[in-house]
Nanobody, 125 residues
Framework: QVQLVESGGGLVQAGGSLRLSCAASGRTFSSYAMGWFRQAPGKEREFVAAIVRSGGMRYYADSVKGRFTISRDNAKNTVYLQMNSLKPEDTAVYYC??????????????????WGQGTLVTVSS
């Protein structure tokens, strides 16, 4: 099973940018759809973005569409989340996830094959 480690979180002012990375172990990274989720204090975990195995299709939550971009590099076993125009409401722990199902379906489930430990993003106003 793939293991995931996120990095790149931190404190940023509103309007700023951050890029999160998620490094995967193992030789089967390209067989997984990958996604990003987030969980704000006192709230449930929510879908942010997902990308198909080849990187050719991407899906986004309405709240981040046009501001966030998910990408992957299968040669480096890494998935990224570029976050621009950050808002205080983007403050959360961000998790990456891997699943053998479809990227499109990741938005409707948290019962996925693997999760990272999370990285905290704090956006100050």
């Amino acid at each position: 099973q793939v293991q995931l480690v996120e990095s790149g979180g931190g404190l940023v002012q509103a309007g700023g940018s951050l890029r999160l990375s998620c490094a995967a172990s193992g030789r089967t990274f390209s067989s997984y759809a990958m996604g990003w989720f987030r969980q704000a204090p006192g709230k449930e975990r929510e879908f942010v973005a997902a990308i198909v195995r080849s990187g050719g299709m991407r899906y986004y939550a309405d709240s981040v569409k046009g501001r966030f971009t998910i990408s992957r590099d299968n040669a480096k076993n890494t998935v990224y989340l570029q976050m621009n125009s950050l808002k205080p409401e983007d403050t959360a722990v961000y998790y990456c996830a891997a699943d053998r199902g479809t990227a499109q379906a990741m938005g409707g489930s948290t019962a996925l094959d693997a999760w990272g430990q999370g990285t905290l993003v704090t956006v100050s106003s």
